[in-house]
């Protein structure tokens, strides 16, 4: 799980998503082919080449390209999707690719190579089937449970999630580390609502999660926020105020078991948002270490070098909410620096959420609502940012979270019209599948790869009012 500031009171925000989608089939080049030519007695030869790609133009890897006719040969796709035949000969030759649960169009092409290489054979590639075997279960059906949900993997695959109790004003804690589910409460009030959860662990598996409990008048509106820290690492459960009144956001923990904490002073309102502070405890107390820009629903997550890498949305005019930037933003250099990743007219909180690989590249999905609640992918793995679309939700697409695996491919929860859905690039383009149909997501989902690069999601079924999770693990 990455750590998303989910209901975050009008954090970092930002200008208006329109960048163009970038995901280029990638140059010449390509998998070398060996043929097989007895008809070729020594003359000028020449090649064929092309690339394979899906539908929205991401390249497909190890794709098996077999060579027939005048010469016979096989080759494979490379990372970009590029493949090629060389040393041939004039004749008439069949190109066709082949992949374990994908179709091509077109199946096959016919080539004839007359003095000149022969360029632009390409296919288009779709998956055929989700061979995924989802297991779902519930975990707490206690009243209306599971909002403001937040997972967290320890080291030895058991599961803590932290979540909010509707129904009694609590925020809740549950954790299969025993070998079945154990749920207690955290922190309960009577007078002040509860929103908003974030969770991590340290190097030795103990427990740290941010709150967010609000005052609200007799309509039911917020009026202020207090940002809460618990942690079990002395044994035994410990509350404290990192800030009153502000609102808490997601953490993460280094190696040396510091967090890292963004969060709302909401005494420094601009226009209508306030500014995100980043601090630590490095000290043995909160010190606020640097005041970031306006912006709504951060994601942070550390690298391999305790660098802190963010995502959030961001609102260039603080008292417009039709304009807004998905943007990213990083203290590696040793101060922040913010980048604009992509522009579009959406307006209203939207969701993010930020993973690093094990090279450091960045990871970020994202919904812009003005098509759809089209659901995004953002990543700087080639060295500047690349944005695909993975999917138009129908208007329904609401959260999103990521997770990156040991080769380097993203994992993705999110809410959908048709449910719980999760998409996933490990094949080459993007696939997605329903893991838990005809119910409504509320917001959150969060997702945890463990050392198998199995599944974990929990998630909100707001239809049902309960905490679940479904995974497909053994």
């Known amino acids: 799980m990455t750590h998303t500031f989910k209901g975050f009171y009008k954090l970092l925000l930002g200008g208006v998503l329109s960048a163009a989608l ?3 089939c990638g140059g010449g080049g390509g ?11 020594g003359g000028s030869t020449y090649s064929i080449s092309g690339n394979v790609a899906d539908s929205s133009n991401a390249a497909i890897s190890g794709v098996t390209v077999a060579l027939t006719g005048t010469s016979s040969g096989s080759t494979t796709t490379d990372s970009s999707g590029n493949y090629t035949f060389s040393g041939l000969a004039d ?162 923990v280094d190696s040396n078991n510091v967090i890292h904490l963004i969060y709302a002073d909401s005494q420094s309102f601009v226009g209508d948002y306030s500014p995100a502070k980043y601090a630590t405890n490095a000290s043995g107390s909160w010190i606020d270490s640097s005041t970031l820009e306006n912006a709504t629903n951060p994601s942070i997550v550390l690298d391999t070098n305790k660098n802190v890498h963010m995502s959030y949305f961001y609102y260039p005019d603080s008292n417009n909410s039709s304009d807004s930037q998905i943007k990213y933003a990083t ?35 994202y919904y812009g609502s003005d098509v759809d609640y089209q659901l995004n992918y953002a990543t700087n793995t080639s060295g500047v940012w690349e ?27 999110y809410g959908a019209s048709e449910g719980l859905k999760y998409a996933t690039n490990t094949g080459g383009l993007w696939n997605t599948t329903v893991v838990d149909g005809g119910i409504h997501i509320s917001e959150e989902t969060s997702i945890e790869l463990d050392s198998d690069n199995k599944i974990h999601i929990s998630y909100y079924d707001s239809t049902n009012d309960d905490l679940k999770y479904a995974t497909n693990a053994p």
């Open 22 to 24: 970038l995901a280029g």
């Open 31 to 41: 998998g070398g082919g060996s043929t097989s030519d007895d008809n070729n007695t």
């Open 91 to 252: 004749g008439s030759y069949t190109v066709t690719p082949s992949m374990t649960d994908y179709t091509f169009d077109p199946s096959s092409t016919a080539v004839t190579v007359s003095g000149a290489n022969v360029t632009g054979q390409n296919f288009v590639g779709s998956t055929t089937s989700d061979s995924t075997p989802w297991s779902v279960s519930t975990i707490d059906s206690t009243g209306d449970v599971g909002d403001g949900i937040s997972l967290i993997m320890d080291s030895n695959k058991k599961l803590h999630i932290s979540y909010i109790d509707l129904s009694n004003n609590a925020v809740k804690y549950a954790t299969n580390s025993s070998g079945s589910w154990i749920i207690s409460t955290l922190h309960t009030d009577s007078t002040k609502g509860p929103y908003s959860t974030y969770i991590t662990v340290d190097s030795n598996d103990k427990v740290h999660s941010t709150y967010n409990f609000y005052d609200y008048d007799e309509l039911g509106n917020w009026i202020t926020a207090y940002c809460n820290y618990v942690t079990n690492s002395s044994g035994a459960w410990v509350h404290s105020t990192v800030v009153e009144p502000g609102s808490c956001g997601p953490l993460a």
């Open 331 to 365: 203290n590696a250099s040793g101060s922040w620096v913010a980048s604009v990743i992509s522009n579009r007219d959406i307006g209203g909180d939207e969701f993010n959420s930020i993973a690093i690989d094990a090279d450091n590249k960045v990871h970020i999905c």
């Open 387 to 413: 944005l695909f679309i993975i999917e138009n939700n129908g208007g329904d697409g609401w959260s999103c979270d990521i997770a990156i695996d040991s080769n380097g491919k993203a994992h993705i929860s």
